[in-house]
Each structure stands twice: as C-alpha cells, then as structure tokens.
Nanobody
C-alpha cells in the first residue's frame, strides 16, 4: 500500500506564491509518475502537472509558465511551486501516484487565492 500526504496549502494574495509538497510512503516501487490535480468548488477534478520517474514533465495550459513540478527521489517527495497565483487557482490540490491500474491519491490540501 502507498500513502500520499500533501502539505503547503493556505491563503495567499493574488500574485503571490506557494509551494506544495507530496510525500509518498509505503510500497512506492510500482509508481512510475507523480502528478498534481485540483478541484475547485462545484467543479470536476482537473489535471495540473505531472512528472515521470525520468524527470519528464507536463503541464496544463492554464498553469504553464507559472507552476513548476519537481521531485526529490531521496525524500520520495514531489513539489509544486506555484507563482503568480490567481483567484481561479483556488482549489483543493491533490497528489496522484500513477501505477498503471488503480492509482494512488492523497487527501488534498486547500489553496485559497484571495485579497
């Protein structure tokens, strides 16, 4: 079993920055990529960013140039650096571990962008 725990959410003003982290523990050998998703109130959960074990990254168009995903293999941690935050970035951010089948999800961390 794998556990994913997100942290780093909070309240930030428009234009500000936050860094989210996701720590993976347990039987993580089956995971080949990690991603961030977000779900705003009343909306579906959407893809934000992804990073493979080889370091290949992919981003949603809405966050390109503002968000950066990275990983620290030694710490089994994936980060999401979020800059130039906008009100529309407000959401619960979830970490996802891809394993080809039933993927793993964290419980999420809330990011609120408001003045």
């Amino acid at each position: 079993q794998v556990q994913l725990v997100e942290a780093g959410g909070g309240l930030v003003q428009p234009g500000g920055s936050l860094r989210l982290s996701c720590v993976a523990s347990g039987s993580i050998g089956s995971i080949y990529a990690m991603g961030w998703y977000r779900q705003a109130p009343g909306k579906q959960r959407d893809f934000v960013a992804l990073i493979t074990n080889e370091g290949t990254t992919n981003y949603a168009d809405s966050v390109k140039g503002r968000f950066t995903i990275s990983r620290d293999g030694a710490k089994n941690t994936v980060y999401l650096q979020m800059n130039s935050l906008k009100a529309e970035d407000t959401a619960v951010y979830y970490c996802r571990g891809f394993r080809g089948g039933t993927d793993y999800w964290g419980k999420g961390t809330l990011v609120t962008v408001s003045s």
